[in-house]
């Protein structure tokens, strides 16, 4: 007895819907739990927004924990607007960055780093 080309479609179906909702529903996990949060200090050296098509704020942090020693750098990427914009308005004043760390997201467009910058502070 042949299988019905409808019921094939069907099936079909019914496996991309659940390949494609499970796709988002891990993208969905990734982006909201966070692995780790903490604080970097340091000099924002270098902010851009930048990508073809996925436009993000990409930045550099360079930490120098005593004076006279090779600073190291801390690479971050921001997805807010508001938290950008503070930034650019800090550059080159001492900051504190709020960062959490999500593990495992699948694109780079949402950020090319694994740390997300939530909010930060101008170190008086």
């Given at each position: 007895?042949?299988?019905?080309?409808?019921?094939?479609?069907l099936w079909f179906f019914i496996v991309v819907v659940l390949?494609?909702?499970?796709?988002?529903?891990?993208?969905?996990?990734?982006l909201t739990w966070s692995f780790s949060s903490g604080e970097r200090a340091g000099y924002v050296q270098k902010f851009s927004h930048k990508g073809w098509l996925c436009k993000t704020w990409e930045g550099e942090l360079a930490m120098v924990p005593v004076p006279g020693s090779i600073p190291e750098k801390f690479m971050f990427s921001v997805r807010s607007d508001a938290v950008a914009e503070q930034i650019?308005?800090?550059m080159g004043k001492r900051v504190v960055l709020h960062y959490e760390q999500h593990k495992g997201v699948p694109t780079?467009?949402?950020?090319?780093?694994?740390y997300y910058i939530t909010s930060i502070l101008v170190a008086e």
């Amino acid at each position: 007895m042949p299988i019905k080309k409808s019921k094939i479609l069907l099936w079909f179906f019914i496996v991309v819907v659940l390949i494609v909702g499970a796709a988002a529903g891990y993208t969905w996990f990734t982006l909201t739990w966070s692995f780790s949060s903490g604080e970097r200090a340091g000099y924002v050296q270098k902010f851009s927004h930048k990508g073809w098509l996925c436009k993000t704020w990409e930045g550099e942090l360079a930490m120098v924990p005593v004076p006279g020693s090779i600073p190291e750098k801390f690479m971050f990427s921001v997805r807010s607007d508001a938290v950008a914009e503070q930034i650019n308005r800090s550059m080159g004043k001492r900051v504190v960055l709020h960062y959490e760390q999500h593990k495992g997201v699948p694109t780079r467009c949402f950020g090319e780093t694994e740390y997300y910058i939530t909010s930060i502070l101008v170190a008086e």
